[in-house]
C-alpha cells in the first residue's frame, strides 16, 4: 500500500496493528505507531485503543499504561484493553483498580475480571463478580464454571451447570474434566452419553477427559469404542489425544495396544515419551523401558524429573537394584537434574522390596531432603514383606505422626503386629484408629463387561447376582483345594480369631468376587481384567495365580502398585510386588 504511494487513513491502523497482535508481531507494531505519529493519527481513540491492546498483549503494560493515561477519549475496548492486559499478567490488583473506575463496563469488562480471578484461584472474588453482572452471556457462566473446576469442588461446577440457561461444548467439556480430575470416571461416562444425547458435537478435550475416564476405571472396551469414535468422527489425533490414548491402553492393560498408538504419532513430546515409559514400568517390562528412553533421547528429546521417576519406577518393579542405583546416580552427572524426593523414594521403594533395608535406611540418611510419607511407606511396606518387625514397628509409628488422617499407615503398621502375632499392638493400632476417627479405605475392584462396569467390595451383597457369585465363589475354593491341596495365607489378617473365621475373611475379598463374577460371564478365551484401588493382598495374589492354572484363564489385575498379569499358574511379577 505505502509502496502504491496511498496513505494509511483511520480505517486502515486499526486492521494492521490488530494483525501484528494477532501474529505476536510487537515489533512491527511499533513501527506501525511510529507511523501513526507522524500521520497525525495518535489521538484517534479506536487506533489507541487498538495499540493500547498490542502492548498490554505483548506484556508493555508500560506502554500500554502511558498510551492509557494520555488518552483523553477513551471507549470501552481502551478500558478493557488494560484489564485484559493486567488480567494476562495475573496482576489482578490492578485489573480491579481499572474495573472500579469504569463508568460504563460492557459483559467483556464482566467476562475479563471473572475469568482472571478464576485462572489466579479467588474464585470467591470471581462468584462475587458473577452474582453482581446486570447481564451474562454464555462466556459469562463458562468463566465461572472454568473457575469451579479449577479448585476441584465437583458439587460447585454441578450446581452452576446445572443452572446455566444454555450450554455449549465448553460448558459439557468443562464439567467432563471436572469428574475426570476428581475421580468420578462413571460420572464422565454417563455425562457423554447426554452430550451426544442434545447433539453436541464431542471436541478435543471431550475426548481427552473421556479417556481419562476409561484409563482411571480400565473400562477397556469403553476405551476401544471411544478410540473408533476418534478415527470415525476424523478427531485430530496431535500429541494430547495421542497421549491420551497411549495412557488409557496401558492403564487398562493393553500395552501393546499403546505401543501401536506411541508409534503412530508424527509428533511425540516429552509428556508422550514419558507415558510410554510410565506404562512399561507399570507392566514391569524394563527392558522395553530402557530401549524408549534410549529411543527419547535419539530423538532429540530431553528427559525431565519426570522422565526419571518412570525409569526408576521400572526398575522397581522389575526388581532391578544396581540398575536403579545408577539411574539415580548419573541423573544429575549426566543429564543436569537434580534428583528430588520422588526419585529417592523410587530407590528406597527398590531397595525394600528387594529386602536390601539397611541399604534403604541409610540412603534415607544421606538423602538433602526431609523423606516424604511415601518413601517411609515404601521402607514400610519392605518390613512388611521381610518381616523386620522392629524396623517396621518404628518407622510406621513415625509415619502415623507425619500422616494421623492416613488409613494406610495404620493398616500397614497393623499388618506388621499381626504377621508377627502381636495381638495386643495390633488392636492397640486399630483402637487408635478409632479414637481419631479414622475409617479404612474399602478394598474395591471393578470389571468391564459389555461396556458396564462392576464395582465389588469386599463381603458385598449388593450385586443383583450376589447368589450366582458366593455360589462361583465356593466352587472356586472346592476345586482349588482339591486340586492343588489350597490352603489361605492367613498371616495378614488382622484380627486374632479362629483360623476358619480368617479363611472366610479372605475369600470374600473384593477382587475375588470380580473374578468370579468374569468367570460366570466372560468366554473362557477372553482375559478377566479387574482394577483395584489398593494393594493386592498375598493370599488373593496367590488365589489368583491358581485360578488362572486350574481354569486355563488369562486374568489381568491392576493394583494401587502395578499390573499382574496371570497366566498358567505364573505372574509376570514373579511374585516381586
Not at 69 to 81: E, F, G, I, Q, T
Request: charged share 25%; hydrophobic share 40%; with cysteine.
Amino acid at each position: 500500500m505505502l509502496q502504491s504511494g496511498l496513505k494509511p487513513d483511520h480505517m486502515t491502523y486499526p486492521f494492521v496493528i490488530k494483525a501484528c497482535n494477532e501474529s505476536s508481531m510487537t515489533w512491527f507494531g511499533l513501527l506501525v505507531h511510529t507511523h501513526v505519529v507522524k500521520s497525525g493519527f495518535e489521538c484517534d481513540s479506536y487506533i489507541v485503543s487498538s495499540l493500547i491492546h498490542l502492548y498490554a498483549n505483548g506484556k508493555d503494560l508500560g506502554a500500554a499504561k502511558q498510551l492509557f493515561n494520555l488518552c483523553s477519549d477513551r471507549d470501552v475496548v481502551s478500558w478493557n484493553a488494560m484489564i485484559d492486559g493486567y488480567v494476562k499478567r495475573g496482576e489482578m490488583g490492578h485489573a480491579r483498580i481499572v474495573f472500579d473506575r469504569m463508568v460504563c463496563r460492557d459483559v467483556i469488562s464482566w467476562n475479563t475480571m471473572i475469568n482472571g480471578y478464576a485462572i489466579v484461584g479467588k474464585i470467591d472474588e470471581a462468584k462475587r463478580l458473577f452474582d453482581e453482572m446486570p447481564e451474562r452471556n454464555l462466556v459469562s457462566w463458562n468463566s465461572m464454571l472454568a473457575g469451579f473446576v479449577k479448585c476441584g469442588n465437583v458439587e460447585d461446577v454441578f450446581g452452576l451447570f446445572s443452572e446455566m440457561p444454555c450450554r455449549d461444548v465448553v460448558s459439557w467439556n468443562s464439567m467432563l474434566a471436572c469428574y475426570a480430575q476428581c475421580g468420578k470416571p462413571n460420572e464422565a461416562l454417563a455425562l457423554f452419553d447426554q452430550m451426544r444425547a442434545v447433539g453436541v458435537k464431542p471436541t478435543e478435550p471431550t475426548v481427552v477427559s473421556l479417556l481419562s475416564a476409561c484409563a482411571h476405571l480400565g473400562a477397556l472396551d469403553k476405551g476401544l469404542h471411544l478410540h473408533t469414535y476418534i478415527n470415525d468422527n476424523r478427531i485430530e489425533v496431535n500429541s494430547i489425544v495421542g497421549t491420551a490414548l497411549v495412557d488409557m491402553y496401558a492403564k487398562c492393560g493393553k500395552i501393546s495396544l499403546a505401543t501401536q498408538v506411541f508409534n503412530a504419532m508424527e509428533s511425540k513430546d516429552v509428556l508422550a515419551w514419558n507415558t510410554i515409559i510410565a506404562g512399561m514400568a507399570i507392566h514391569g517390562h524394563l527392558k522395553e523401558a530402557q530401549q524408549l528412553f534410549k529411543e527419547m533421547k535419539e530423538a532429540g528429546v530431553e528427559p525431565n524429573d519426570v522422565t526419571f521417576v518412570a525409569m526408576l519406577s521400572a526398575c522397581s518393579h522389575a526388581g532391578m537394584v544396581d540398575e536403579g542405583q545408577k539411574l539415580l546416580d548419573c541423573m544429575s552427572s549426566s543429564y543436569g537434574i537434580e534428583p528430588k524426593v520422588e526419585h529417592y523414594g523410587c530407590v528406597i521403594d527398590l531397595l525394600a522390596r528387594a529386602g536390601l533395608l539397611e541399604e534403604a535406611m541409610e540412603l534415607i540418611g544421606t538423602m538433602p531432603m526431609e523423606p516424604n510419607p511415601s518413601a517411609l511407606g515404601a521402607l514400610l511396606g519392605g518390613c512388611r514383606i521381610h518381616g523386620n518387625y522392629e524396623l517396621g514397628e518404628m518407622v510406621g509409628k513415625r509415619l502415623i505422626n507425619l500422616q494421623p488422617c492416613h488409613s494406610g499407615r495404620y493398616i500397614l503398621l497393623s499388618n506388621i503386629y499381626a504377621a508377627a502375632k502381636k495381638w495386643d499392638d495390633a488392636r492397640k493400632v486399630r483402637n487408635l484408629m478409632k479414637v481419631n476417627g479414622i475409617s479404612k479405605v474399602p478394598g474395591v475392584s471393578v470389571i468391564e463387561l459389555k461396556g458396564m462396569v462392576h464395582r465389588f467390595v469386599a463381603g458385598d451383597w449388593s450385586h443383583p447376582e450376589s447368589n450366582k457369585i458366593y455360589e462361583k465363589l465356593n466352587e472356586i475354593h472346592t476345586r482349588l483345594k482339591s486340586a492343588i491341596g489350597y490352603s489361605a495365607d492367613t498371616a495378614n489378617v488382622l484380627l486374632d480369631m479362629e483360623e476358619e473365621d480368617k479363611e472366610h475373611a479372605l475369600a470374600v475379598h473384593s477382587e475375588k468376587l470380580a473374578i468370579a463374577y468374569g468367570l460366570l460371564h466372560l468366554d473362557s478365551k477372553e482375559a478377566i481384567r479387574i482394577v483395584k484401588n489398593l494393594r493386592v493382598c498375598s493370599d488373593c495374589h496367590h488365589v489368583t495365580k491358581l485360578i488362572s492354572k486350574v481354569y486355563g484363564r488369562e486374568i489381568i489385575v491392576r493394583d494401587r502398585n502395578r499390573f499382574h498379569h496371570f497366566e498358567d499358574g505364573e505372574c509376570s511379577c514373579l511374585d516381586f510386588w
